[in-house]
Nanobody, 124 residues
């Protein structure tokens, strides 16, 4: 069992930055690929970014490429999502997820463990 606890998020003006954190406990964090997803009001959950268990492979949704960066610190059992140049379309509940795999999934249903979600609101 893996427990994921998120922190960060909040309200920011367009053009601003936020960093989300997702701390894992319960199992060997370094064996898990990690992902970030978001769900905007009235929309389905969508992929944002994912990172391999080694940290050497990352995937990004086209909508966030060049603005968001996913990273991990295995010494702290934590994965981060640095979000820059935020715009109102980034407003959503963001959730981290974990999957014990050598792959780097981008599909929500492939992940086994989820954080509690955190609200990110970008004002115009």
């Amino acid at each position: 069992q893996v427990q994921l606890v998120q922190s960060g998020g909040g309200l920011v003006q367009a053009g601003g930055s936020l960093r989300l954190s997702c701390a894992a406990s319960g199992r060997t964090f370094s064996n898990y690929a990690m992902g970030w997803f978001r769900r905007a009001p009235g929309k389905e959950r969508e992929f944002v970014a994912s990172i391999s268990w080694t940290g050497g492979i990352t995937n990004y949704a086209d909508s966030v490429k060049g603005r968001f960066t996913i990273s991990r610190d295995d010494a702290k059992n934590t994965v981060y999502l640095q979000m820059n140049s935020l715009n109102p379309e980034d407003t959503a509940v963001y959730s981290c997820a974990a999957k014990r795999t050598m792959l780097v999934p981008t599909t929500p249903r492939l992940y086994d463990y989820w954080g509690q979600g955190t609200q990110v609101t970008v004002s115009s």
